[in-house]
């Protein structure tokens, strides 16, 4: 089966930078995603890697370390409209051949001023 | 609005009763998931359309459980005898055939809310 782990909650203060972890254990691994949910909204796409390295999109990057199941979102110049949940979600093999998410439990951003 | 449309937003139902969710997706994505989200919980995967084909169904999904996507566009879930742990967010997301492989980016819709009483 698969597990995920990452940080259940996470504070910093606007302006600064904030790194939420996610660490997996999956067979048949084939790329790692993350989505931001704000409370009562729908998760919306932030990254997806597929190959070691980092990935930027703005002011947020994504990393990934195959050979350590190990990825992180870096999120920069933090924001109060960044406070929201953050899920790691790893793509492996379904039984019918396809390539389907499992998410994590979600790491909660609060922002401070 | 061209996202994703789910209807009803909230259900109410009392235990035993049957439920139907639909799920319109982006007019031009061929794939659609249904997730389950309960409170502090990530998505939880239930089923993946590819066009009309359903593709894969969770491993831990109830025979209670069913859904159809039979031309291709729109997606029903159906849930019978509903029990009240079934009570969740019920979500549904599509991405576009180009974004496989790719970037795998997956548009969610604002989701069923649905209590068992």
């Known amino acids: 089966g698969q597990s995920l782990e990452q940080p259940s909650e996470v504070t910093a203060v606007e302006g600064a930078i904030v790194q939420i972890n996610c660490t997996y254990q999956?067979?048949?691994?084939?790329?790692l995603s993350w989505y931001q949910q704000h409370d009562g909204g729908a998760p919306t796409f932030l990254s997806y890697n597929a190959l070691d390295g980092l990935e930027e999109t703005g002011r947020f990057s994504s990393f990934l370390s195959r050979s350590d199941s190990y990825g992180y979102l870096l999120l920069q110049e933090l924001q109060m409209k960044d406070s929201a949940s953050y899920f790691c979600a790893v793509y492996s093999m379904g039984v019918g051949g396809s390539y389907i998410p499992t998410f994590g439990r979600g790491t909660s951003l609060i922002v401070h001023p | 609005d061209t996202g994703v449309s789910q209807n009803p937003r909230h259900k109410i139902t009392k235990r035993g009763q049957n439920v139907t969710f639909r799920c319109d997706p982006i007019s031009e994505h061929n794939r659609l998931y249904w997730y389950r989200q309960t409170l502090g919980q990530g998505p939880e995967f239930l089923t993946y359309?590819?066009?009309?084909?359903?593709?894969?169904k969770s491993r831990l999904l109830s025979d209670r459980f069913s859904a159809e996507r039979p031309k291709g566009s729109f997606s029903t879930l159906e849930i019978q005898r509903t029990e009240q742990g079934d009570s969740a967010m019920y979500l549904c997301?599509?991405?576009?055939?180009?974004?496989?492989?790719?970037?795998?980016?997956?548009?969610f819709g604002p989701g069923t809310r649905l209590t068992v009483l």
């Open positions: 359309f590819q066009n009309e084909a359903q593709l894969e």
């Open positions: 997301a599509s991405s576009h055939p180009l974004a496989a492989g790719k970037y795998n980016e997956q548009f």
């Open positions: 999956t067979s048949g691994f084939y790329g």
